[in-house]
C-alpha cells in the first residue's frame, strides 16, 4: 500500500516547492497569454491547454536534473522524483479533489490499495483557482484515497511562512543601576556578620 506519511512528504519534497510553484504560475500566465483566453468557450479548453504547459514548464525546469524526470508511467503523465514518487498535475477543486472522468483508469489512480507502479508512491499537485477564476488561489500538494484526502501540503501557504520570517533583533543590555561600589560583591564575612547582627545594627 504506496501511503507516505505527511511529514516523509515535507522533507522528501520541500526542495522541490519552489520549482512546483514556478511551473504551475508558468503555466497559467501562458494561458492568460494564450490567444484563444478571450475565446474560451468550455472549461476544458482551458484546462487542456494549462496541463499542456505544465508538463512543458516541468520538462524545462527539470531538465538535467538526474533525481528527477517527466515522463509518462503506465498511463499517467507527470514527475517521477527518485524512483520513489509519481506526481501528477491537475486542476483542483476548493475541496482538493481533482476533476477526472471516473474511468476504471482515473479510479484506480486514487485507489491507494492498487499498487500500480511497484511500490512508487502517487502523488497529485493542483491549483486552485480564485471564486472568479482569474487566478491561482492555492497550489496544494496532496495525497489521495478514493474520495478522501489523506494529507495536503500547501505550496503558497509554506511560500509566505519563509517570506516572513523574521530576523531577530539583538537585545539590547538591561541597564545598570547603582554605582560601581555598589554592584561589587561584597566579601562573606560582610554577609555573614550582617545575618548574624542585622543589616542596619540596631532594630528599630
Known sequence: MPFLIKSQADTLLRPFFNDFEQIMRAAWQDWRDNRLAAQMQ??????????????????RQFDGREDVTVDTVKEWEGILIDGRIFIRMKKG???LLSRNFPTQTALAFHDQ??????????????????TAETDIERIV???????????????LDEADDRHNVQPLIPLEPAPETGSVADRIIKPKTDQIDKKQYGSSGVDS
Open 42 to 59: 468550455h472549461k476544458r479548453v482551458r484546462a487542456a491547454i494549462v496541463w499542456n504547459q505544465m508538463l512543458a514548464h516541468a520538462k
Open 93 to 95: 477543486t476548493d475541496k
Open 113 to 130: 490499495d492498487q499498487d500500480l507502479f511497484g511500490g512508487i508512491v502517487r502523488l497529485e499537485l493542483l491549483y486552485v483557482l480564485n
Open 141 to 155: 500538494l496532496i495525497q489521495r484515497h478514493k474520495k478522501q484526502i489523506v494529507w495536503s501540503i500547501d505550496l
